[in-house]
């Protein structure tokens, strides 16, 4: 039987190509048990699960806790907002209290880039990287790739375009590290001011021009500004980046072709894309939300099998 290779699933730079379409396997036969009539398995029963979230989320909690739900595990949800870390408590003292009541592994959403890394470090649990500041999202990345699988029967080739914040995206990161690994060729577009200057290096085009991006691409997945992120005003205002970065349905007509349309979420409607473009057929957005939950049992599945 296959293995994943890795105790944490910390970032998408450390896994191998065969850990992910590992996940997408499985994850097939999760979507195919979930949209069953009984959509429970016992694949992790007597496995304890701390889901702790450090900042907001809505799609990434929501979607590991029904995850683990359907995999029949135990589940300790935490949030900071409400715990003792507003009374100075560590990060590493939070996860050791949560430990010593026997949890196997820990979601955790964090905003310090390299918080899961740390974690892994000092405690024996196994750790999921739900999203770290501006680090990694792995498995919004491994979930995208799959829904970019489903739609046009493989990513090997296909040309994938990011628009937007690319400099404070986590998503940006793990989607460039997980679509090379699979052999698609990536393009990052948006102002220069909202693109690092090290992303060339990961082997990612360049555009500033959306209209050139679009015709050049098969999918594009748009980013939202993350303005909670921003140190320094890095465009004029909302309103004149959606002038030049937002994808609305006269930019779609203007191609001669069809366009898969993605966004990680939340979205911004009326500034990185408009509501028709969200919700027009064009739009895989909620089949990506629906897969989070098959890819989620399948790495969650995947890892406790690899602490037996
Ligand atoms: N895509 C994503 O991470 O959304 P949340 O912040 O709502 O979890």
Redesign the pocket.
């Known amino acids: 039987m296959k293995q994943f290779s890795q105790k944490h699933l910390l970032g998408i730079k450390e896994i191998s190509t065969e850990d992910i379409q590992l996940v997408f396997e499985t994850a097939d036969n999760f979507k195919s048990i979930i949209n069953r009539p009984i959509k429970k398995v016992p694949s992790m029963r007597d496995v304890t699960v701390a889901n702790v979230f450090f900042e ?6 929501i979607s590991f806790e029904l995850a683990q739900k359907r995999l029949s595990a135990d589940i300790i949800n935490f949030a900071a907002s409400s715990s003792s870390v507003s009374k100075g408590e560590t990060l590493i003292d939070t996860v050791k209290n949560i430990l010593a009541m026997k949890v196997d592994m820990v979601v955790m959403r964090h905003p310090a880039p390299g918080a899961c890394v740390f974690l892994a470090k000092h405690i024996d649990a196994t750790i999921i990287n739900a ?1 770290d500041g501006t680090h990694e ?1 792995p498995t ?1 990345a491994l979930l995208d790739a799959y829904s970019i699988r489903e739609k046009l029967g493989s990513i090997k080739g296909k040309k994938i375009v990011i628009v937007g914040d690319i400099a404070h995206s986590r ?1 940006a990161l793990s989607n460039i590290l997980c679509l090379k690994k699979l052999g698609a060729e990536v393009m990052v577009c948006g102002p220069n001011t909202l693109i690092p200057k090290y992303i060339a290096s990961l082997g990612v085009k360049v555009e500033t021009d959306l209209m050139k991006a679009l015709n050049w691409c098969d999918v594009a997945n748009m980013l939202r500004i993350q303005l909670e992120r921003q140190e320094q005003n890095n465009f004029p205002s909302l309103r004149e980046y959606s002038m030049l970065y937002g994808l609305n349905e006269e930019r779609l007509h203007l191609l001669n072709k069809e366009i898969v349309i993605m966004h ?3 979205i911004n409607r009326g500034v990185e894309i408009t509501s028709a473009v969200a919700d027009s057929k064009h739009s895989i957005i909620l089949d990506q939300v629906e897969n989070g939950v098959a890819v989620r049992m399948a790495v969650m599945y995947l890892l406790a099998g690899k602490q037996a």
């Open positions: 907001n989320s809505t799609r990434t909690r999203g999202h919004q998503v990680p979420g939340p």
